[in-house]
């Protein structure tokens, strides 16, 4: 039996297993691994644990104090997830009695600080703005997509380890979004695919926001999603540098600093515990 935790930030919530060195599931171990296939039962919310994402912990090497592997509940693997970069960075931080960790990801490491108040802040490294930084599959402008679905078009892109388009329309409610979602995520301009967001302006320092993830539909809360909204909300001079993001699960606190880098800061939680036969799922 593997032991697991069930966390989440803001409803986003994962399945964290710990395969570092000595651990039960052991990095180091080919008997135990976890596949697209077993990851995408165990997201799976009436045959597995449920989740957004399946997240495991793996040695971080020169550096970074932990590895953080994403697997989308399809089973493809993610660059990024900010959410889950807070929920590892908190664990790993109560480990070793630290206020600041250093998360390594495939998209590149990420800096995460404690703060008061059950709040963490986690440096999720510079907007990337170019087509091909997105990527695209073709040369665009990507502060004006030429794209669209029912009744939204005209986003803008960026990526923040992972690909991102953000739709500015004037009322979030009277979308149907788990209809024009997917249709958005798989356009061919995207040829890994985007996560899509959805954002209505408030003000100069808030916006509201849904976000259609990539390999997991609507979920409660993106934090990588509310990064891109927020850069790109900027970037239209919707908005300033810095805003409340709220979400259906919560509000994130994010802001584009002038180097480029973005901090997201919100809070994590702990569901619950417990653990997994893994060998009881298909490989």
């Not at 923040?160 to 979602?181: K, R």
């Not at 990539?214 to 990064?227: E, I, K, N, V």
């Amino acid at each position: 039996m593997v032991p697991f935790r069930k966390m989440h930030g803001l409803g986003n919530d994962f399945v964290v297993l710990d395969a570092r060195e000595g651990s039960v599931l052991d990095a180091r171990r080919a008997d135990l691994p976890i596949t697209p296939a077993r990851a995408a039962t165990i997201a799976d919310r009436r045959r597995g644990i449920g989740c957004d994402q399946v997240i495991v912990m793996e040695p971080g090497g020169d550096g970074a104090d932990v590895f953080m592997r994403i697997r989308n509940p399809d089973g493809s693997e993610a660059g990024a997830c900010g959410n889950a970069t807070r929920c590892i960075a908190s664990l790993v931080a109560e480990e070793g009695g630290k206020d600041r960790v250093v998360v390594r990801t495939v998209a590149g490491d990420l800096p995460v600080e404690r703060l008061p108040g059950n709040l963490w802040r986690a440096d999720l490294g510079p907007a990337r703005l170019g087509w091909r930084e997105v990527p695209l599959a073709r040369e665009a402008d990507t502060l004006h997509l030429p794209i669209g679905a029912g009744p939204v078009s005209d986003p803008a892109a960026c990526s923040m380890g992972n690909p991102h388009a953000t739709f500015f329309v004037p009322e979030l409610d009277a979308l149907d979004l788990g209809a024009i979602g997917p249709a958005l995520e798989h356009d061919p301009i995207f040829p890994q695919r985007a996560n899509i967001g959805f954002v209505q302006v408030l003000g100069p320092e808030h916006i509201r926001l849904a976000v259609w993830e990539r390999g997991a539909g609507l979920t409660l809360a993106c934090g990588s999603g509310a990064c891109a909204a927020l850069v790109n909300a900027a970037r239209r001079s919707l908005t300033g540098r810095r805003a409340a993001v709220s979400l259906p699960g919560g509000d994130l606190e994010i802001e584009w600093r002038e180097d480029g880098h973005v901090l997201m800061t919100g809070p994590v939680s702990t569901a619950f515990t417990g653990a997994i036969d893994l060998e009881a799922y298909p490989a």
